[in-house]
């Protein structure tokens, strides 16, 4: 699939940059990480990427009738220009009065014609993906810019009622101890922002399982906890925000998730650590420098 990320969690069946990332390194690359590339690779050379297809878009068309709900994948949909020209045709038509728009977005590519052309729909949703706060989010959500998502997201704050606006925060072995930053962040970006209405989605990232925040010990997660606990007892987006609710079902997902007891196998932190090693190298980073819990 396009993107413009080559997100740590992600693969490159997911992320065209990912797999032109890591192309020149395939023989360096773990066995299991190797093989899954070369597989990756094939299949992109043999297909190319959906919404390059015509017979694709062609069939699309002649079953707009039928369509009352589009999801816009990744990728990243969001610089997908051929995407939203179709969009765009659509949107003038009598079908948007009825078609629900569901997207993903990175947040580094938001456009004001964008944002248009959603409002000319009945509605839906837009999941905004924040992974961790700042230079984390950076480190994980690899060549994203930290700046632009701040700017970019308030940008979904001019969709009209019909859409509802959720950050989807995928929670890894990475993060699982520093995650009460984004918590933090999340507070002080709804202080400045109170009337966007957001709600926090929370999930595990188990595909594949070496990523499982099960692989950091339960000691530490519980004290992560306890620091997530302190602030939401407190803080402005669990208490005060208009849409609190929303904040606080994420919480109350985060909490469970950080707190489940399932033992990794060995297999597990096997693959994790010399998956990360590998994906150090290509980049020249340290991630247990970046989470040294």
Known sequence: MSC?????????????????????????????????????????????????????????????????????????????????????????????????????????SVTDQQIEILNRFVGGRVNVSIDAADRENEFIRYYSDWRTTEQNFP???????????????????????????LLIWLDEFLQRHPDLNVTWLVWPVVKPDMFRVDLVPLELRLATIERIKAIAKECFACNEYGHAKGMKY?????????????????????SFISYTKALD?????????MFPT
């Open 4 to 108: 413009n990320l080559a997100c740590r969690i992600c693969s490159p069946a997911n992320s065209t940059k990912f797999m032109n990332e890591l192309s020149p390194h395939k023989d360096s690359l773990p066995a299991p990480m190797a093989k899954s590339l070369g597989r990756v690779i094939d299949l992109f050379d043999q297909y190319g990427n959906l919404s390059d297809s015509n017979q694709f878009m062609k069939e699309l068309w002649d079953h707009i009738d039928e369509v009352d709900y589009i999801e816009l994948h990744g990728g990243e949909p969001y610089i997908n220009k051929r995407l939203w020209e179709f969009l765009e045709s659509l949107s003038t038509t009598d079908h948007a009065k009825r078609i629900n728009i569901y997207s993903h977005c990175n947040l580094t």
């Open 250 to 270: 994420g919480v109350e997902t985060l909490i469970n998730l950080l707190s489940n007891q399932i033992q990794p196998s060995q297999e597990q932190i096997d």
């Open 281 to 289: 190298k290509v980049r020249g980073q340290d991630s247990f420098t």
């Open 155 to 181: 940008k979904f704050g001019h969709l009209h009622e019909g859409f509802v606006i959720c950050i989807g925060t995928s929670v890894s072995a990475y993060q699982a101890c520093t995650i009460d930053k």
